[in-house]
C-alpha cells in the first residue's frame, strides 16, 4: 500500500529473476520506496525479419502505460533489447533505461584512457542476445559521438543465452567469464550489456575495469523518482 512516507516505481523486465534482485537493489538503496514489476519474456521472442515487430511495440507501450497507472512516479527498463522501444513509448513519468548510465561511465573511462600514449579507448561491449547489440550499440554511439577517437565494439556470446535458457546458469558464467578474459587484456572498458549478466564475473580479477548495469540503473530511477516525484505526487497514487 502507498503511503505519505513511500513513493512507488515500476520495473519492466523480460527476465524473470531480475524482478527479485532488482526489488532488493532497490529495498537497499531506498527501503521506502515500492515497487511494481511486470515480467514479460515473450518481448524477447525474435522477429523473424529482424528489428522489431509493432506488436512487441504496442506490449511494451501496454506495460508502460501499466505501470503509470499503478502509480508509479518513474520507470525502469531492465531489458537492453527492450529499453530502446521504450524510449519512444509517450509516458507521463520518466522512463529510464538500465544500460544508460553505465554506457555514459564506459565512454567517460575510455576518453580517459584515450589521453594516454599506451591506450586507444578502446570500449568492449560483451551481450548474450543478437537483438542487444543493435540497441546497445546505438546507446554507446550516441554517447561516443563527441569523441570520435574512441572504438566501441559489441561481441555476441555464444551459447550464453541458450545456457540460461535451459537453466545452466554455471555454463552461462562461464562462457561469458571466458569471453571477458579474451577481450579484457585489449580493451580499457569492459561492459556486460545486459542486466542478466551482471553477477557472471563475481569473484573473477581482470585487468580492465567491468562495469554492469543494474546499480547504475537503480541509481538513475531514483535520482529519476527525485526529479518527478514529491509529497503530493506520492499520496495520489492508488494501490496496485
Do not use: K, W, Y
Not at 525502469?76 to 544508460?100: F, W, Y
Not at 561516443?144 to 574512441?150: I, M, R, V
Amino acid at each position: 500500500m502507498t503511503t505519505q512516507s513511500s513513493q512507488r516505481v515500476g520495473l519492466l523486465h523480460t527476465v524473470p529473476a531480475l524482478a527479485e534482485s532488482f526489488s532488493s537493489a532497490l529495498h537497499e538503496a531506498h527501503p521506502t520506496v515500492e515497487s511494481v514489476h511486470i515480467v514479460d519474456t515473450g518481448l524477447l521472442d525474435p522477429d523473424p525479419a529482424g528489428g522489431v515487430t509493432q506488436e512487441t511495440t504496442d506490449r511494451v507501450a501496454a506495460h508502460i502505460r501499466h505501470l503509470e497507472e499503478s502509480g508509479a512516479l518513474a520507470i525502469l527498463v531492465t531489458c537492453a533489447s527492450t529499453a530502446e522501444i521504450a524510449e519512444q513509448v509517450d509516458s507521463t513519468v520518466p522512463v529510464v533505461r538500465v544500460d544508460e548510465a553505465m554506457a555514459e561511465q564506459a565512454v567517460t573511462i575510455a576518453t580517459e584512457a584515450a589521453r594516454r600514449e599506451d591506450r586507444t579507448g578502446h570500449v568492449e561491449v560483451l551481450v548474450t542476445r543478437p537483438s542487444t547489440v543493435g540497441p546497445t550499440g546505438r546507446l554507446l554511439e550516441r554517447f561516443a559521438a563527441a569523441h570520435p577517437d574512441l572504438t566501441v565494439d559489441v561481441t555476441v556470446v555464444d551459447g550464453a543465452e541458450d545456457a540460461r535458457e535451459q537453466g545452466d546458469i554455471a555454463g552461462h558464467d562461464a562462457l561469458i567469464r571466458d569471453a571477458a578474459i579474451e577481450f579484457a587484456a585489449r580493451a580499457d572498458v569492459l561492459v556486460l550489456a545486459q542486466a542478466s549478466m551482471a553477477e557472471a564475473l563475481h569473484g573473477v580479477e581482470l585487468p580492465t575495469r567491468v562495469l554492469t548495469s543494474p546499480n547504475g540503473g537503480v541509481r538513475a530511477l531514483l535520482a529519476a523518482l527525485r526529479m518527478h516525484g514529491s509529497p503530493t505526487h506520492a499520496a495520489a497514487p492508488p494501490d496496485a
